[in-house]
């Protein structure tokens, strides 16, 4: 969604915070702005579209700089008001001498824009982040310093927020200020960043500074100091960040999502590491800080999740009940948090999310902290607002996922779920050591059987060539591929605008057979030895009599299936229970190569955000 970058030290302004936002990029973005102080005059740029058109904006207007000295930029994901440049940010007072770039949305700001407009403000956008620009301004006139005027107006905000606020009068000094959406300074020599999110600074410094909610940065080239919301002086610890600037790069691929979907051996290597190093031992998972003896006598488990996060979780719900016999729910955040659920103190509610900063997943999780319940938290963002949530927190370490589509965070969740599942039948002693044995030893073979897949993409690449003129597929399988499914599908419909639907195979005959002809491709994963394999090719068979494309994604050698199928996608021998692992990596491939081969922006969908911090 939207995101932040402001700077003020030695290096060229402009081209530091156009850097810090195209490393925000991926967030999904409708405009951008920024605002620079430079030799007293404050200069404010915005446009329409792609970050290279605020490049090339500042690149025509660069008669105008004299010698920037300090800045905030913004990219904006529409919330309150179209795309449209008076919306964009940085957002002014009605004199022009104060900016702001916000994050995440106000919800009284209809009532204050009203008082406002009483006391002769002029409001030029539909934005709810001029009232904060209004606001400002109008304490400002008061008290003539920028730090008391944001944290007398912050107190009147309600929502969410990230806001970094300039004046004209006080040169070189951005004040920040933050409540339910991330803020994090860098730390450098001369120098000082304020951001949304750490890949914005991470090429210039590893040293930060997480802004907790309630609590207002104020930052100049030579120090930070940050308070809480009575003007306490606190002190805040400084962390290193563990990240490369490398994550960041494409590494030669054509796509962020492509190299994304290649790393998933190393990522989950990354996450078997320290957690399954020997099959004759118990998987360690020291990141569950509820004891044994509660674990034992568990029968409960929530799983609250949305999107690709939230297939993960079906996921999850498969194994654990099936290896450990909990019963589990999952949910999609956004109904859990309508709704009288019966979450309480004895109920273990996990909630999965890739950037922790789900809006809709956080006011869940809060919810079940309310009712106390035992949170435990499965993240690629161990730093995120969610993770600070949790009593038990599984960081996936899937490293930076730049590509709006999630690929490896997936796997990564995957593959945590099978280490959780696997230890909650260890220490519930519902399944005997031999078959946990086998099945670790499986585990651990995943990613070879991944590469595997990797090297050898051109029956993906024919098979998305053949059918990149389709415009409605059917995605279908039973038991624990359903929740693959459910993904590849969303993977198709997301970056290639396809219309694409999971559905459980079984159901098929129950209403969506009424579409089957041959404009509707049906992709079933089927995976031999498990009890499944003979119904989803009956339910395929039942599609084929009605015309429909049939593709098969799986590991069976059988030949009469090139009898059934129009393509078949073949991948390693693998225990059904495990496949999943495995069957989501050809279909995001495929997605990939349609989207490819239609010429979509594969990186960055339209309308889509990487991190959704608004309900
Ligand atoms: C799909 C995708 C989204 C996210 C969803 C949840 O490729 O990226 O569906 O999975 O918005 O996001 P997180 O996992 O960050 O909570």
């Known amino acids: 969604m939207c995101g932040i970058v402001g700077y003020v030290g030695y290096r060229d302004v402009v081209s530091v915070i156009l850097n810090g936002l195209t490393n925000l990029e991926y967030r999904g973005y409708d405009s951008a702005g920024m605002a620079l102080q430079d030799c007293g005059e404050l200069r404010i740029y915005k446009t329409l579209g792609k970050l290279i058109n605020l490049k090339n904006e500042l690149e025509a207007k660069k008669y105008e700089l004299k010698h920037p000295s300090s800045g905030i930029g913004h990219i904006r994901w529409a919330t309150h008001g179209s795309p449209s440049l008076v919306n964009a940010h940085p957002h002014t007072c009605t004199c022009g001498r104060l900016v702001v770039v916000h994050n995440g949305i106000i919800e009284n700001y209809k009532e204050l824009r009203e008082e406002l407009i009483k006391k002769g403000c002029k409001f030029k956008s539909q934005t ?16 003539k310093d920028l730090e008391i005027a944001v944290r007398n107006s912050v107190k009147k905000l309600q929502g969410a927020y990230a806001i970094c606020v300039m004046h004209k009068d006080t040169p070189d000094l951005i004040v920040g200020a933050r409540k339910h959406a991330p803020m994090v300074i860098g ?60 994550a960041l790069s494409k590494l030669g691929y054509k796509h962020f999502m492509l190299k994304e979907i290649h790393e998933q051996p190393d990522v989950i290597r990354n996450v078997l590491n320290g957690k399954l190093y020997d099959i004759d031992e118990p998987v360690i998972l020291n990141e569950v800080k509820l004891d044994k003896e509660i674990l034992k006598n568990l029968n409960k488990i929530q799983i609250i999740a949305c999107g690709t996060s939230l297939h993960a979780a079906l996921a999850g719900k498969y194994l654990i009940e099936d290896l450990a016999g909990i019963s589990v729910e999952v949910e999609a955040s956004s109904e859990y948090i309508y709704r009288r659920t019966t979450t309480d103190s004895s109920t273990l509610v996990i909630g999965v999310s890739q950037s922790g900063e789900t809006a809709d997943t956080i006011t869940a999780i809060k919810q079940a902290k309310e009712k106390k319940a035992h949170v435990l938290i499965i993240t690629n963002r161990p730093d995120s607002n969610m993770a600070r949530l949790a009593d038990s927190l599984i960081p996936v370490n899937a490293g930076i996922e730049v590509s709006v589509a999630a690929t490896k965070s997936y796997s990564a969740q995957l593959i945590s779920f099978y280490l959780l599942a696997i230890y909650l039948a260890e220490i519930k002693e519902t399944v005997d050591k031999q078959s ?88 079933a994963v089927l995976i031999p030895g498990g009890i499944t394999y003979e119904k989803i090719l009956s339910n395929c068979e039942e599609a084929k009599a009605r015309n429909a494309k049939l593709i098969a994604l799986t590991s069976s050698n059988d030949d009469n299936l090139k009898n059934i199928f129009d393509v078949v996608i073949k991948i390693p021998k693998v225990n059904e229970i495990l496949s999943p692992a ?11 190569y349609i989207a490819e081969f239609l010429g979509k922006d594969v990186d960055q969908p339209r309308n889509l955000a990487k991190s959704v911090t608004v309900e």
């Open 436 to 523: 946990l044995k086998n099945l670790k030893h499986e585990l651990i073979q995943i990613p070879s059987k991944i590469e595997e897949i990797l090297s050898d993409l051109k029956p993906i690449q024919n098979c998305a060539r053949k059918f990149s003129s389709y415009k409605n597929f059917i995605y279908i399988s039973r038991g624990i591929n359903l929740s693959t499914a459910y993904e590849g599908a969303l993977k198709l419909k997301e970056i290639s605008y396809i219309n694409a639907t999971g559905y459980p195979a079984g159901e098929l005959k129950h209403g969506p057979i009424a579409m089957l002809d041959e404009t509707m491709p049906v992709l």
């Open 187 to 246: 730390l450098g020599e001369g120098e000082n960043f304020i951001a949304s999110d750490i890949p914005a600074i991470i090429e210039y410094t590893k040293k930060t500074i997480y802004l907790e909610d309630n609590e207002i940065a104020v930052v100049t080239k030579d120090k930070v100091k940050i308070t809480d919301i009575n003007g306490k002086e606190l002190v805040k610890k400084t962390e290193i960040l563990p990240w490369e600037p490398v």
């Open 128 to 143: 709810d982040t001029e009232t904060i620009a209004h606001l400002v301004a109008d304490e400002y006139a008061n008290s």
């Open 582 to 592: 495995l069957t989501c990596v050809p279909l995001q491939l495929l997605a990939y």
